[in-house]
């Protein structure tokens, strides 16, 4: 059931996206129950009906309303989280393609691909969520595919232990969750997003803020931002590599997107708070790791930790940012994955490398590929990590948030030490007199990733065209 605003056009496309991984799911279900096909040609069957979503998504550009809500008020679509559920399907989609093609060392599962595409409903549907109750359901159905995600392959003790870790941590997160939701429902007698508002605006009460407060600390707690971090670094560091790529962007870049649509009703004061805390401990930290995961498991919340303030400001500078760390961190984990073949004596079969002394590559332009990566986490012009900056400060200067963009660029500074560090491992591939071939397909991804992570600064300005026509 519609509510609010709806129209003829738009009846075709009530969800069409959730409706479509749901078949997705019950199709490859039952084609993994009654066929014992080859493992790639289900991924590959996957990965087109995910492009058939994408294609979905394009065709729904049309529902921007900014009162456009869906199944009784549960869910809202608005200019604000529609171009969210967009980066999220590229996203997934991008990472998955690994999986269709054969690797040295496989450790592909049958049940990875349904596992994903589940999370996936909870990715899309999360920041369109409208009410509290059901923002738990849906973080648990996203949360719970996730520690089976990370515990799918049982055969690795280190990710068995990753999943119960990840399980038990969710597990508190989630408590809080809804105990935030039972004092809002005492507060104003009702959990949507919508009535919060309005109370709020009408009362402007402090126990409200208060309670809130409790669900952006569990948020957090989920995202593995400082200080609620070190669960992550462990589960990060406990799954396979390729696991790792997955679980350490989509659930982050999920409910920063919800608190994004939603920051009006959160407090400034507590992001800010976790903005300093996460830039800290993640520039100062990875300065004593050798371990390679561990260093972009801090890169991650040093990043994420960039982008609370544009979420504080809801300024279309955390467009910019996320889609550009988005790409970068798809490519350093798409290089570390095809690196896995040159690596003769492997830490284990799930994660062949571990420790930078590792990066042994012989081959140049994967080497150079991850070295631009790396340049673009430190800022370098023109990469496209370099503008993601740029504009978060610009909009931080804007809004006289002064201090706040000096400790950004100073925390950067600080953590180009191990950046560099990495650099100059690679660098040492660059001087290896022969070069030896990765897989075809996994090039051609890597090669169309490059060319638009080396040509962003062409798109920027078309993309910020496209962001102001959206929002406005």
Same mark, same amino acid.
């Given at each position: ?26 199709i490859l279900l039952i084609y993994i129950a009654f ?37 009784n008020d549960w869910f809202k679509l608005n200019d604000t989280n529609i171009p969210l ?22 450790? !592909? !599962? ?100 208060? !309670? ?24 990060? &560091? ?5 696991? =790792? ?15 994004? =649509? &939603? ?15 996460? #830039? ?31 979420? @504080? ?9 996320? #889609?550009?760390?988005?790409? =970068? ?39 150079? @590929? ?52 990495? #650099? ?49």
């Open positions: 059931m519609v509510i609010h605003i709806t129209t003829d056009n738009n009846i075709r496309v009530r969800f069409p996206l959730c409706l479509m991984l749901f078949s997705i799911v019950i066929n014992h096909a080859n493992i790639y040609h289900i991924n590959r069957l996957a990965s087109l009906g995910l492009l058939y979503v994408l294609y979905l998504a394009y065709n729904s550009l049309d529902l921007r309303y900014s009162l456009f809500t869906v199944y559920v967009y980066l999220q399907i590229i996203l997934v989609i991008l990472l998955l393609i690994y999986t269709t093609v054969k690797q040295r060392y496989d450790i !592909s !599962s049958i049940w990875i691909y349904l596992l994903i595409i589940i999370n996936l409903i909870g990715l899309i549907l999360f920041p369109m969520v409208n009410d509290l109750l059901l923002l738990y359901i849906i973080i648990e159905l996203q949360s719970y595919s996730l520690y089976i995600i990370t515990g799918v392959h049982h055969k690795s003790y280190n990710a068995t232990r990753g999943s119960m870790l990840y399980f038990v941590t969710g597990g508190i997160a989630s408590i809080g969750i809804l105990l935030s939701s039972y004092f809002v429902y005492n507060t104003v007698g009702s959990c949507n997003i919508n009535d919060i508002t309005n109370y709020y605006a009408i009362h402007n009460a402090s126990s409200l803020f208060d !309670s809130l407060d409790i669900l952006v600390l569990a948020l957090i707690f989920k995202m593995g931002l400082a200080p609620l971090h070190s669960w992550s670094i462990a589960v990060y &560091n406990y799954a396979p590599t390729y696991i =790792t790529g997955y679980i350490s962007i989509v659930a982050k870049v999920s409910i920063l997107s919800w608190i994004y =649509t &939603n920051s009006n009703l959160i407090h400034s004061d507590l992001l800010i708070i976790v903005f300093y805390l996460s #830039i800290i401990i993640a520039a100062y930290k990875p300065l004593f790791q050798v371990n390679f995961k561990t260093i972009l498991a801090y890169s991650g919340i040093l990043n994420f930790g960039y982008l609370l303030l544009p979420v @504080c400001l809801q300024d279309p500078s955390y467009y910019i940012y996320i #889609i550009q760390y988005v790409v =970068t961190h798809i490519l350093i984990f798409l290089c570390l994955l095809a690196s896995n073949e040159f690596i003769s004596k492997p830490n284990s079969q799930w994660s062949p490398i571990v420790n930078v002394n590792q990066l042994v590559i012989p081959n140049k332009l994967l080497s150079i @590929c991850l070295i631009l990566c790396f340049f673009s986490l430190i800022g370098i012009p023109p990469l496209p990590g370099f503008y993601g900056k740029f504009y978060v400060i610009q909009s931080l200067i804007k809004y006289n948030f002064t201090v706040e963009a000096l400790s950004i660029v100073i925390f950067s500074v600080i953590a180009t030490y191990y950046y560099a560090y990495v #650099i100059k491992q690679l660098a040492t591939n660059l001087l290896i007199p022969y070069s030896q071939p990765i897989n075809k397909s996994l090039a051609l991804i890597i090669s169309i990733l490059l060319v638009f992570f080396i040509t962003y600064f062409v798109y920027i300005f078309n993309l910020l065209d496209v962001i102001s026509i959206i929002l406005s």
